[in-house]
């Protein structure tokens, strides 16, 4: 099913029923990445696994690929599918975008499970950003593989192939002016969970708490 908002058409299939739960994919992947869980998950809750910006069914748009509006799309999705609320799980891609939907739209979580997962660009090793780098090398040399038989239909399939790999191993999701919404979303999260602890040691010790 699609759902369109924010200017993009969102893919999503939903599985079984119960307390919604969002599945985000990795980068370079779909919802389908998924796929051998879904079952498992779908015994007990309604299971939403969505493709992202760019990635499977949903097409890349003229926009950047930044995690705060992808957070934006998954917000307004749970709004779309007239939802309180849902979980939110990442993988890698995924897991920044879910941080970035918790950090910017906290009433529309219940919970967040971020794996493999960065704030900041710059706190991804250099030797991993250097690998990321590779990837525009190994889609050159998948071409002729069934996996893009598609987008060799045409030399213009290939060159918008060629142009999406670039915006992916290009993007730097916290950059300006993204990086200062970005900075002060992780400052939110770090408050919120100061806070918490604060309270977690108020309730052992019965101390009061600073207001």
């Known amino acids: 099913m699609y759902a369109d908002l924010n200017g993009i058409n969102l893919y999503y299939e939903t599985h079984g029923e119960g307390r919604p739960l969002i599945l985000l994919h990795g980068g370079l992947g779909s919802g389908e990445m998924f796929g051998p869980v879904i079952p498992a998950l779908a015994a007990r809750r309604q299971v939403i696994a969505v493709d992202l910006q760019g990635h499977g069914r949903t097409a890349d748009v003229d926009r950047p690929l930044d995690l705060g509006i992808m957070g934006s799309d998954i917000a307004a999705l749970i709004g779309h599918l007239g939802l309180e609320k849902a979980a939110l799980v990442g993988y890698s891609l995924g897991g920044g975008v879910a941080l970035r ?40 040399t998948a071409r002729g593989r069934a996996t ?3 987008v060799e239909e045409s030399e213009a399939d290939l060159e918008r192939f ?36 604060a309270a977690a040691v108020a309730a052992e010790t019965g101390a009061p708490q600073d207001q």
Do not use: N
């Open 101 to 140: 939907a918790a950090a910017d739209h906290p009433h529309l979580v219940e919970k967040l499970v971020a794996v493999s997962a960065h704030a900041r660009t710059d706190a991804v090793y250099p030797e991993m950003r250097a690998q990321q780098g590779q990837v525009g090398a190994a889609a050159e």
């Open 148 to 150: 893009y038989a598609e």
């Open 162 to 197: 060629r142009a999406w790999i670039a915006k992916i191993i290009a993007r730097d999701y916290f950059g300006a002016p993204g990086r200062t919404a970005a900075q002060a979303a992780i400052d939110r999260c770090a408050a919120a969970l100061a806070d918490f602890e």
